[in-house]
């Protein structure tokens, strides 16, 4: 069975920065891909970042230069450093892995103020 529970969540003012942490549990070794998604209110849910189990990575646009992704080889855990956020990065991020299907953790809020 395979768990994502991520933390780092929170709120923070428009220039400020936040760290997400992933940690998995099951089979990870398996994991072909980490990485985070986010939706906003009202709006589809969307690919922040990946890391793929070969070091990889890869960003939405919005993304590039402002956050940065990370994870151990072994799949167990991803982290996103989020630095200059703005108050469109607001809403819930959500951990994901990919292995013969997509699992997801259940979400952590980013609010950022202007």
């Known amino acids: 069975q395979v768990q994502l529970v991520e933390s780092g969540g929170g709120s923070v003012q428009a220039g400020g920065s936040l760290r997400l942490s992933c940690a998995a549990s099951?089979?990870?070794?398996?994991?072909?891909?980490m990485g985070w998604y986010r939706q906003a209110p009202g709006k589809e849910r969307e690919m922040v970042a990946i890391?793929?189990?070969?070091?990889?990575?890869e960003y939405n646009e919005f993304a590039k230069g402002r956050f940065t992704i990370s994870g151990d080889s072994g799949m167990s855990s991803v982290a996103l450093q989020m630095n200059t956020l703005k108050p469109e990065d607001t809403g819930v991020y959500f951990c994901?892995?990919?292995?013969?299907?997509?699992?997801w953790g259940q979400g952590t809020q980013v609010t950022v103020s202007s």
């Open positions: 994901y892995a990919f292995y013969r299907g997509t699992y």
């Open positions: 890391i793929s189990n070969m070091g990889s990575t």
């Open positions: 099951g089979s990870t070794s398996n994991f072909n891909m």
